[in-house]
């Protein structure tokens, strides 16, 4: 059970697939730039005023740490650490789909 990935684990795994989804594919920069915007301005609404400020810190990150290491099995280990930016946009993206960051946070 040590090993045992926290709560909210199967849902930041989600996070981050919804915003591969939006980002991945893209031919130039400017396209991958647009894409991330397009996800965080879709966000917007659910951004608490308390947190904006985190968000304004430049330069922002949404990860500390992310990697993605095959098994050898067509599937891939995720290893994900959220920057403090990344927590405020993750807290949005959980109230966009109507859950309570309080609850599903470890």
């Known amino acids: ?19 591969l989804q939006r980002t991945l ?8 730039q647009h894409a991330l915007q397009g996800f965080l301005d879709d966000l917007t609404p659910w951004i608490s005023p308390a947190e904006l400020p985190t968000l304004l810190e430049q330069p922002f ?11 050898g099995d067509d599937d891939e280990d995720v ?4 920057s403090p930016g990344g927590e405020v946009v993750f807290r949005a993206w959980l109230r ?3 859950l309570d960051p309080l609850v599903c946070s470890s």
Not at 1 to 19: E, I, K
């Open 25 to 32: 594919g893209c031919p130039t920069v400017e396209a991958h």
């Open 96 to 98: 966009q789909r109507g």
């Open 79 to 82: 290893s994900v650490a959220l």
């Open 1 to 19: 059970m040590a090993n045992a990935p926290a709560p909210h684990h199967a849902l930041v795994m989600q996070f981050v697939a919804a915003l």
């Open 61 to 71: 990150a949404l990860f500390e740490h992310l990697a993605f290491t095959p098994r």
